[in-house]
T-cell receptor, first 111, second 114 residues
Framework: TQLLEQSPQFLSIQEGENLTVYCNSS?????LQWYRQEPGEGPVLLVT?????EVKKLKRLTFQFGDARKDSSLHITAAQPGDTGLYLC???????????FGGGTRLMVKP | DTGVSQDPRHKITKRGQNVTFRCDPI?????LYWYRQTLGQGPEFLTY????????KSRLLSDRFSAERPKGSFSTLEIQRTEQGDSAMYLC????????????FGPGTRLTVL
């Protein structure tokens, strides 16, 4: 069974703080995606990483793919209340196949 | 806009009834995926199609579940004899030809079985 562990499960911080969410697996990913999901809506894609060691930035969000392509992290700088939501990592173990999701990190940013 | 629409957005039904959900991706000839997400969990894979061919099914897809993609465009997911445990968000996703690694999700159908 291929599992994807995401941590922490919950995170409550003050506006302006930094945070990091982790996504780990014992298996090698073909690719990994990060999504953000609002209540009652589908996940919205933030980024796809495919190369070991890859770093991608999206405004205040920085995504890193581990060298061995078994882990990833999402770092948010100077969090804002608008960043509140459920962050999901999801990996594919074969190109074009199903996504295996982590359990999600529920982030709350207080003003 | 992710290029995926789902209908209905919400469905409330009584235990034992049949329900059908529809997913419309913006373009044909791509892969289409179904996932199920229960409260507080990440989505779980159910099945996927390449054009009209159903290529893989999860063990979560019991005999009461059936999915079709008759013309390689829209897809339907039917649940027969619904049970309270079927209550979940049902998500549909598509890929694009230029990047089969990335999946774009629709808004989902929230099913509540009473």
């Amino acid at each position: 069974t291929q599992l994807l562990e995401q941590s922490p499960q919950f995170l409550s911080i003050q506006e302006g703080e930094n945070l990091t969410v982790y996504c780990n697996s014992s298996s090698v990913f073909s690719s990994l995606q990060w999504y953000r999901q609002e209540p009652g809506e589908g996940p919205v894609l933030l980024v796809t990483v495919v190369t070991g060691g890859e770093v991608k930035k999206l405004k205040r969000l920085t995504f890193q793919f581990g060298d061995a392509r078994k882990d990833s992290s999402l770092h948010i700088t100077a969090a804002q209340p608008g960043d509140t939501g459920l962050y999901l990592c999801a990996g594919t173990y074969n190109a074009g196949n199903m996504l295996t999701f982590g359990g999600g990190t529920r982030l709350m940013v207080k003003p | 806009d992710t290029g995926v629409s789902q209908d209905p957005r919400h469905k409330i039904t009584k235990r034992g009834q049949n329900v059908t959900f529809r997913c419309d991706p913006i373009s044909e000839h791509n892969r289409l995926y179904w996932y199920r997400q229960t409260l507080g969990q990440g989505p779980e894979f159910l099945t996927y199609f390449q054009n009209e061919a159903q290529l893989e099914k999860s063990r979560l897809l019991s005999d009461r579940f059936s999915a079709e993609r008759p013309k390689g465009s829209f897809s339907t997911l039917e649940i027969q004899r619904t049970e309270q445990g079927d209550s979940a968000m049902y998500l549909c996703a598509r890929t694009v030809l230029s990047s089969t690694d990335t999946q774009y999700f629709g808004p989902g159908t929230r099913l509540t079985v009473l």
